[in-house]
């Protein structure tokens, strides 16, 4: 039988993670630190929440690992964060510089996935991963980032913010 790839490794200590964590903010800081130390592609990973009550409906950064951006805020109808989370679309993007809808954060990012994070069937905020490489983010790649936006999802449900 041939070793479990990455992805399976990462896959398995997530869960053992989201078993072991209280809250949903530890279970979002631990895993941006797993996917952007151990995902050799993932140079950027971080959540954004909506913020409660906010008009108009805007995402605002939350645990992040990689280098400061200036999308701290990010309105919900602006760049391929803004169309995941009002669509509740998991959106890949190959190549960013072919995206008109991307926010350009850094100028090494090359590729990018957002996955919409559910809490009681409502997005809440999203799981954003950048690339500084094309096309990083294969059918494995999302069903990984889903698979964090899942667990997100059901430890907010069970735990609060």
Not at 62 to 89: K, W, Y
Request: include cysteine.
């Amino acid at each position: 039988m041939p070793p479990a790839s990455r992805v399976e490794e990462v896959r398995s200590e997530l869960d053992e993670l989201a078993q072991a964590v209280s809250s949903a903010q530890e279970l979002m800081q631990a895993m941006v630190k797993l996917l952007h130390g151990r995902m050799l592609k993932y140079n950027w990973v971080g959540f954004y929440m909506l913020e409660p009550g906010a008009q108009p409906p805007m995402l605002v950064l939350d645990a992040f690992e990689g280098a400061m951006t200036p999308h701290v805020r990010i309105p919900l109808n602006q760049g391929i964060c803004g169309a995941a989370a009002s669509s509740g679309q998991t959106v890949v993007v190959d190549d960013v510089s072919k995206d008109p809808r991307y926010l350009a954060c850094s100028l090494e990012t090359k590729s990018e996935i957002v996955v919409p994070l559910f809490a009681h069937g409502k997005v809440v905020g999203e799981l954003d991963v950048d690339s500084h490489f094309a096309a990083a983010f294969t059918p494995e790649h999302q069903d990984l980032v889903q698979h964090c936006a899942m667990l997100v999802g059901k430890k907010l449900e069970t735990s609060g913010h």
